[in-house]
């Protein structure tokens, strides 16, 4: 990835490094960003004095701090993601639907002082992206979202929508921003419009928003201006499939994630109690990270993911079934199949 695609505020931060005194500073950056961390550590060691540690570890969304470095770093920098609300918005099962009224109680958890979030905005101009998705464009309104990285150009991109008479709607979020969108968060799309376009990179994003949404989205990469085009049943039929394969279940595993902003407890431990009530064999499985080769040990039919739902997508090719928790409830006979997503 290249550094100058994005606004790193390696002033800011010396700054901050400064005037806090600190002598021992952390740095957490998504893995594509990797590439660049020796050159920010080397630059911020040589200019503060400060010892850097970059995190090894990974890091997929604010949800996930290194709390291991934060204990023994005075400073840590994340990089690529928003503060605010993330820990309560993520820790919350926020698809189900009784969950998407707004909750802005006491957060769970206090975000640590010595963490600062460093958002990556982009510097990419995003107008050749967007008119080039217009063509795309089927409908009359669309519902505007972005990534962190773009979301200061959504005013930009309903301007350039509207010069070709396509009327924009920017849903307000729960998390920092307006038209803000996060693998676990979709708030900001669910606005009255025909179909959503997405700024942003990757699938994940715009995956994610069409399954939940269940509405076609159009996805443009402002680096790349490449158009991908997501179809909510598509992607709702292939859910379906993991579903119909874990209709037998007799035992299942129930994963808690040991990430801070993913951990879910209070609702494995409910859905364990419900599915031994329906005469399951049901086990608590802690673990970090759900990979495949770790899950394959285990001597249950299927598992059941309280954790990030961002991976959902990759668990489908998983031996056994990996369901959500609405997945899982089907399988229970206490949801309905129509009211999954
Ligand atoms: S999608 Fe997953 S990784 Fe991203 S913030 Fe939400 S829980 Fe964390």
């Not at 090894?56 to 920098?77: P, T």
């Not at 982009?122 to 089927?138: C, L, M, R, T, Y």
């Not at 609405?326 to 999954?340: A, K, P, Y």
Request: aromatic fraction near 8%; charged fraction near 30%; proline fraction near 3%.
């Amino acid at each position: 990835m290249d550094k100058s695609a994005y606004d790193f505020e390696l002033e800011k931060i010396k700054k901050l490094i400064k005037e806090r005194g600190a002598r021992r500073v952390g740095l957490q950056l998504p893995d594509g960003l990797k590439t660049v961390a020796t050159d920010i550590a080397a630059e911020i060691s040589k200019e503060t004095g400060a010892e850097v540690i970059i995190s090894g570890n990974s890091c997929y969304g604010a949800c996930d701090i290194d709390e291991k470095l934060e204990r023994i770093v005075d400073v840590l920098f994340h990089f690529g993601h928003t503060e605010n609300s993330f820990r309560e918005s993520v820790y919350k099962p926020l698809f189900r639907k009784e969950s998407v009224a707004k909750e802005t109680s006491k957060s769970i958890y206090e975000i640590p002082k010595k963490v600062f979030f460093i958002e990556l905005r982009s510097g990419v101009d995003i107008k050749p992206a967007v008119e080039k998705a217009v063509a795309e464009i089927k409908g009359d309104t669309v519902g505007l979202v972005a990534t962190v990285q773009h979301v200061h150009t959504l005013k930009e991109a309903e301007i350039v929508l509207a010069s070709f008479g396509k009327k924009a709607v920017i849903g307000k979020s729960r998390l920092k921003y307006d038209g803000q969108v996060l693998g676990c968060d979709f708030s900001s799309a669910m606005v009255p419009c025909d179909e959503i376009l997405f700024i942003g990179s990757g699938s994940f994003h715009p995956a994610g928003l069409a399954l939940y949404t269940g509405k076609r989205v159009i996805a443009t990469d402002p680096f790349t201006t490449q158009i991908s085009i997501y179809e909510a049943e598509e992607l709702r039929k292939k859910r379906y499939l993991v579903i119909e394969r874990a209709l037998d279940t007799k035992s299942c595993g129930i994963i808690i994630g040991m990430k801070s902003g993913q951990f879910n407890l209070d609702e494995a431990v409910a859905l364990r109690r419900k599915a031994i009530e329906k005469g399951l064999n049901a086990y608590l499985i802690a673990m970090d990270e759900i990979k495949e080769e770790k899950l394959l040990g285990f001597k249950v039919d299927a598992f059941v993911n309280t954790a990030c739902p961002r991976v959902a997508e990759d668990f489908v090719h998983f031996e056994k079934p990996v369901l959500s928790i609405n997945e899982f409830e089907v399988v229970l006979g206490e949801r309905s199949w129509e009211d999954i997503f």
